[in-house]
C-alpha cells in the first residue's frame, strides 16, 4: 500500500515543482536571467542548520559577487522569510573580503504588514515603479495558488493599493518600498 507519509512527500514535491515553474514564468516576464533554488522544505527552514542555510548563501555570493542585496524583512510574520533574511545579513557580515555595498529588505503582502505591534516594516528608501506597474502584476499572476480575492493583502487589488500607497508616501503614482539596511560608499 501506500503510506500517508509518502502522498504527503510527493505532494509536497509536487508544490516545490510548481513553485519553481511559476517563478521561472515570472522572472522571464521580470527580465531575470539567473535564480537559484535550494529545494528546501516550504515554512519548515527551521528544520535546516542556520549554517548550511548561511554557507549556500555565501556561495552563491561570491559566485556572482553582487553590489545590491535585496532580501525578504527581517521582521515578517513568516519564519522562513526571517531566516533567509538573517542568513543573508550573515553572510555579507562587512569584512575586507565582502564586496556587497548595499542591502535592502522587501516587504511582502500578507507577511510584512501582518506582524502587527511596534516592530513593523517601515520602508525608508523607495523606487519608482510606474512603468513597471503592468509588467509586475503580470508575474504576480503566474502565481494563481497564491492569489488570494481582496480584501486579502495578496490579491490583484492588494498590490496595486500597497504600490500606489508607496508611490503617496514619496510622491509618486506607484512605488515600492524598501528599508535601507546598509549603504556603504567609496
Not at 521561472?24 to 535550494?38: C, M, N, R, T
Amino acid at each position: 500500500g501506500v503510506s500517508s507519509r509518502n502522498l504527503k512527500g510527493k505532494k509536497l514535491q509536487n508544490e516545490i515543482k510548481e513553485r519553481k515553474k511559476n517563478s521561472i514564468k515570472a522572472q522571464k516576464i521580470l527580465g531575470i536571467k539567473d535564480s537559484f533554488y535550494f529545494n528546501y522544505p516550504d515554512n519548515r527552514l527551521d528544520t535546516v542548520t542556520f549554517l548550511e542555510i548561511v554557507q549556500k548563501v555565501e556561495e552563491i555570493i561570491n559566485k556572482i559577487r553582487p553590489e545590491k542585496i535585496l532580501t525578504h524583512s527581517n521582521l515578517d510574520l513568516n519564519l522562513d522569510h526571517r531566516i533567509v533574511s538573517k542568513a543573508v545579513i550573515t553572510a555579507t557580515r562587512p569584512t575586507k573580503k565582502n564586496h556587497v555595498k548595499e542591502i535592502l529588505f522587501y516587504e511582502i503582502l500578507s507577511s510584512s504588514e501582518w506582524n502587527f505591534g511596534s516592530n513593523r516594516f517601515i520602508p525608508n528608501y523607495y523606487v519608482d515603479v510606474s512603468k513597471e506597474l503592468k509588467q509586475k502584476v503580470k508575474a504576480f499572476n503566474c502565481y494563481k495558488k497564491e492569489i488570494e480575492k481582496f480584501p486579502h493583502p495578496r490579491s490583484i487589488i492588494g498590490i496595486k493599493t500597497l504600490m500606489k500607497y508607496r508611490g503617496m508616501e514619496c510622491g509618486l503614482n506607484y512605488a515600492e518600498g524598501f528599508n535601507l539596511v546598509r549603504s556603504v560608499n567609496k
